[in-house]
């Protein structure tokens, strides 16, 4: 079992960074794929990035260049840097965590190939 809990949320004018944070408790970080999605109000949750063993990143089209998926294994923590917001990015961001995949294959951009999810963090960006 795995428990993941966001922070790191908040309100920020256009053009502004926030750090999302996950802590995951539970079996060995490094066992899993980690990835943010989020979900805007009467949209459907949607894949933003997804990290494997710290070096491995897959990234959403939509924040190439402006967003940075991170993890430091030993505080067991997955991160996103986010720079550049735009309104459109506002959302409650989910961190999710699979059983780890190897391939080229490892990556799902569908939330319900995760097998944990955490609560969410409500980022809001004003214009």
């Known amino acids: 079992q795995v428990h993941l809990v966001e922070s790191g949320g908040g309100l920020v004018q256009a053009g502004g960074s926030l750090r999302l944070s996950c802590e995951a408790s539970?079996?060995?970080?490094?066992?899993?794929?980690m990835a943010w999605f989020r979900q805007a109000p009467g949209k459907e949750r949607e894949f933003v990035a997804a990290?494997?063993?710290?070096?491995?990143?897959y990234y959403a089209d939509f924040v190439k260049g402006r967003f940075t998926i991170s993890s430091d294994n030993a505080k067991n923590t997955v991160y996103l840097q986010m720079n550049s917001l735009k309104p459109e990015d506002t959302a409650v961001y989910y961190c999710?965590?699979?059983?780890?995949?190897?391939?080229?294959?490892?990556?799902?951009?569908?939330?319900?190939?995760?097998?944990?999810r955490g609560q969410g963090t409500q980022v809001t960006v004003s214009a």
């Open positions: 990290i494997r063993w710290s070096f491995d990143r």
């Open positions: 539970g079996r060995t970080f490094s066992s899993y794929v």
């Open positions: 999710a965590a699979r059983v780890l995949q190897y391939g080229s294959s490892w990556y799902s951009i569908d939330p319900n190939e995760y097998d944990y």
